[in-house]
């Protein structure tokens, strides 16, 4: 097989493609996704992770997609990373999954088949390692590699997790690192030094399991997985759905080793600069380091949890229990001028 970067192929990288906030916003304007479906429990509205189905019987099915272009050069790293973050949507709203489909796009006069699978060989070891099958696809000649999963899963009606349900005096806790963007926005631009990119590889093939067994715990408020949108972008929904505010402690977020290094390179994506451009208006004033890194696009991020003060013991044994150690990143509270601050 030849030695391709697949990162030249692309005009974007991973999560980094999506579409802004802002944009977004105005392409799926909605009237309404549940008025003539009353099984459907969560929809779009709420701009959760998933959707949600009752099945009647005290659970629903869980159906979400994510796809993207190379973040990284190896195609099979880049198949894992691709399939981590899809399932990842699946974890967030309290569910297991049951089952993938793959989708794939491939310029197919430019890079060869023997390329495309190894990506979708990646999509499937992660796949295996989630315990569910891989069990089919589609796929179009593109311009530009893309490659992603639709996943389906299972929750408990009474363990499903939505964004409206945060409420004041909640502690916010980060189960993955930030810096991923910033430190791939380093790879693409040929910065990177040597083995720099090993820590970010590592969180984004990291599944995110944790969040099957948190939502059996009442109280876990809700949860969210960290994408594209950035920890404030994220963080803005579950406020702006919850009708409340947040306060951030900047020092207490978790970072990448190397990711103050690359930020002072400059190594700042379009889509962490347009994130801001979205909804930099609903976060009280930050410096510029601040917004680069709390702002900043990631992929295959970690779960943003909202925990009740009465909880956070019970939160912290089981998530240490599962060889994660965290602290509180900050806390909610009844909603003032702005959805965030941060100090």
Known sequence: MENIKLTEYSHGAGCGCKISPAVLETILKTTGDKVNYPNLLVGYSNKDDAA???????????????????????????????????????YAMGGKPLM?????GWPVNILSPEIASKVIEGGRT???????????????????PIFGLAVTGLVENNR???????????????TKPLGIGILTTAQK???????????????????????????ALGSVATVTDITGFGLLGHLGEICESSGISA??????????PNTKKYLEMDCVSGG?????????????????QQRHILCD????GGLLVFVKKEGVSEFLKVTANAGLSLQSIGRTCDQFERLIRVI
Do not use: W
């Open 160 to 174: 499903l997790k939505q964004n409206n349900k945060a409420i004041p005096g909640c502690e916010i806790f980060l």
């Open 126 to 144: 992660i796949c295996d390692e989630a315990g569910i099958p891989l069990a089919g696809g589609h796929s179009i000649d593109s311009p530009e």
């Open 247 to 256: 306060i951030v402690e900047f020092d207490k977020v978790p970072l990448l």
């Open 52 to 90: 949600a189905y009752d099945l009647g019987n005290g659970t629903s099915v869980l159906s979400t997609t994510d796809f993207f272009m190379p973040i990284v050069d190896d195609p099979f790293t880049f198949g894992k990373i691709a399939a981590t973050n899809a399932i990842s949507d699946i």
């Open 297 to 300: 696009a990631q992929t295959s």
């Open 189 to 215: 631009r040929k910065k990177i030094e040597p083995g720099h990119i090993d820590a970010a590889i590592h969180a984004m093939t990291t599944l995110n399991k944790i969040g099957s067994e948190i939502s």
């Open 100 to 104: 993938a489909i793959s989708i794939l």
């Open 272 to 288: 962490t600069k347009n994130n801001f451009k979205s909804y930099g208006h609903t976060i009280e004033e930050m410096t510029d």
